[in-house]
């Protein structure tokens, strides 16, 4: 069973940093996967923020490319969202997700795409 657990979250000033981290279990790191990182506002829909493939291909949403790092350590089995200059607008519930099976080219921000969800972090920025 595909076991996920987000922590790192908190509350920083605008232009301030943090570093999420998904302890991930239950997948083999051997085979094809794709990781990433979610997120939900107030009032908002879900919206994709970062993707990484078992390859290490990346893929980010425009808004926070240039800004935020999507990484993972296979020995470690734990993926990690580096967010650098953070605005308000970045002020969300953050999710760390899975699928398997995945290649570069079906590598996607379709929430519904993807069926392994962790319980999520707040991150808040203030102004």
């Known amino acids: 069973q595909v076991q996920l657990a987000e922590s790192g979250g908190g509350s920083v000033q605008a232009g301030g940093s943090l570093r999420l981290s998904c302890a991930t279990s239950g997948f083999a790191y051997s085979n094809y996967y794709c990781m990433g990182w979610f997120r939900q506002a107030p009032g908002k829909e879900r919206e994709g923020v970062a993707v990484?493939?078992?390859?290490?291909?990346?893929t980010y949403a425009d808004a926070v490319k240039g800004r935020f790092t999507v990484s993972k350590d296979n020995a470690r089995k734990t993926l990690y969202l580096q967010m650098n200059s953070l605005k308000p607008d970045d002020t969300a519930m953050y999710y760390c997700?899975?699928?398997?099976?995945?290649?570069?080219?079906?590598?996607?921000?379709?929430?519904?795409?993807?069926?392994?969800w962790g319980q999520g972090t707040q991150v808040t920025v203030s102004s």
């Open positions: 990484i493939q078992s390859s290490g291909t990346t």
């Open positions: 997700v899975v699928k398997v099976n995945c290649f570069w080219w079906t590598m996607n921000f379709d929430s519904r795409d993807w069926p392994y």
